[in-house]
């Protein structure tokens, strides 16, 4: 399984990114989407999920809002609209495939990473 983040880049206080990743190697649509960050000094973190059909979202209380998580199981792509971005939210942002449909916020319930892709927002 392959995954390809694309998309990141720097980016002024309260603009917008978007990022894609491109899965190969699975049945696409039979799996859970997520995205996680990791800022420099910091753990992992849960950012949002997308379940297999895309009816079902799920976001960490300090992007609730702001992102979008959003999938297109016709192209195998899975997208992360980032809008009114704040310093905090620079990280090194990692597309991941759940190893169930309905996806969850914890890193044990993922089998499948991208490389990942930087975000840096300037003050």
């Known amino acids: 399984v392959q995954l390809q983040a694309s998309g990141g880049g720097l980016v002024q206080t309260g603009g917008s990114l978007r990022l894609s990743c491109a899965a190969s190697?699975?049945?696409?649509?039979?799996?859970?989407m997520e995205w996680f960050r990791q800022a420099p000094g910091k753990e992992r973190e849960f950012v949002a999920a997308?379940?297999?059909?895309?009816?079902?979202?799920l976001y960490s209380d300090s992007v609730k809002g702001r992102f979008t998580i959003s999938r297109d199981n016709a192209k195998n792509t899975v997208y992360l609209q980032m809008n009114s971005l704040k310093p905090e939210d620079t990280a090194v942002y990692y597309c991941a495939s759940a190893a169930t449909m309905y996806g969850s916020r914890e890193i044990r319930d993922i089998d499948y990473w991208g490389k990942g892709t930087l975000v840096t927002v300037s003050s």
């Open positions: 997308i379940n297999w059909s895309g009816s079902r979202t």
């Open positions: 190697g699975r049945t696409f649509g039979m799996y859970a």
